[in-house]
């Protein structure tokens, strides 16, 4: 059975003491939940943030990462560096990472396959822009983008493998995909997943919604059938909204 998932990706923000007292409010104010509650802090702060919420629900998780065990690559980190800090999830192909730091299809496949095969999990994100979903050809994007990078993977690789549906004008927008929108992209992922693959590994996997998620529309999203949570960026800043998010699923 798939998880429900709530991820906070705090992109480039919040030092050091920011870090510390948004979980540190987090903790106090989280609500009980079955779901898995994820943050994303910056790398800097990855280890600070470990040992602070290690006792709680809550994981840490990466938002990049390179293909690469080591070496001459300037300014980028490892799996292996990501595990001996307690990070074993990394958000990999966000649409920021795709548009303004180039990465493609190909790299990201590499980070793939990195990631899974040093046991990590990896919560890839994909998503149509504007120009597509005016187009209506917003599904031949995502299947693109899902069987470019995941579907040369292994029947068993997917447990290691979350997904996060971002449509790109739906970020930091304050646009949101409608629930039935969100919806029908869901539905359309699990079942191209059934038709690569087969109906147990489409049920297993956890699609994230991502876009402007906010107390809000959470509940509403959340309902959907094939929506598992949410990939929240803006409202994972404050506790106040992350943890009513959370209280959503
Ligand atoms: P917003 O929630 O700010 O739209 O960001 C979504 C996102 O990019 C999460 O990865």
């Excluded at 998880?3 to 979980?23: C, E, F, R």
């Excluded at 180039?102 to 496949?109: I, K, M, Q």
């Excluded at 693959?197 to 107390?215: F, M, Q, R, W």
């Excluded at 106040?240 to 959503?248: C, L, M, R, V, W």
């Amino acid at each position: 059975m798939r998880k429900k998932i709530v991820a906070g990706n705090w992109k480039m923000n919040n030092d050091l003491a920011q870090t510390d007292l948004l979980l540190t409010e987090l903790m106090q104010r989280m609500p009980s939940t079955d779901a898995e509650v994820m943050v994303a802090p910056t790398f800097v702060n990855l280890r600070y943030a470990y040992e602070l919420t290690r006792k709680s629900n809550i994981e840490v998780m990466a938002q990049n990462m390179h293909f690469a065990d080591s070496g001459a690559f300037t300014g980028e980190i490892s799996a292996e560096m990501l595990k001996t800090v307690g990070v074993n999830t990394v958000i990999l192909g966000h649409s920021e990472r795709r548009s303004i730091f180039g990465e493609d299809d190909a790299l990201l496949t590499k980070k793939v396959d990195t990631a899974l095969a040093k046991g990590m999990k990896a919560m890839f994100c994909f998503g149509e822009e504007l120009a597509d979903r005016k187009a209506g050809s917003y599904f031949s994007v995502v299947e693109t983008q899902l069987s470019n990078v995941l579907f040369h993977l292994k029947e068993k690789d997917w447990q290691q493998v979350i997904l996060a549906y971002e449509p790109v004008w739906a970020i930091g927008t304050g646009e949101t995909a409608t629930p039935e929108q969100a919806q029908e992209m869901h539905a359309f992922i699990r079942k191209t997943i059934a038709e690569k693959y087969n109906e147990t590994i489409a049920g297993n996997v956890s699609i994230l919604y991502g876009g402007s998620v906010k107390p809000a529309n959470a509940k509403e999203i959340f309902a959907q059938p094939d929506v598992d949570g949410g990939l929240v960026g803006g409202a994972s800043l404050k506790a106040d909204d992350f943890a009513a998010i959370i209280a959503a699923i």
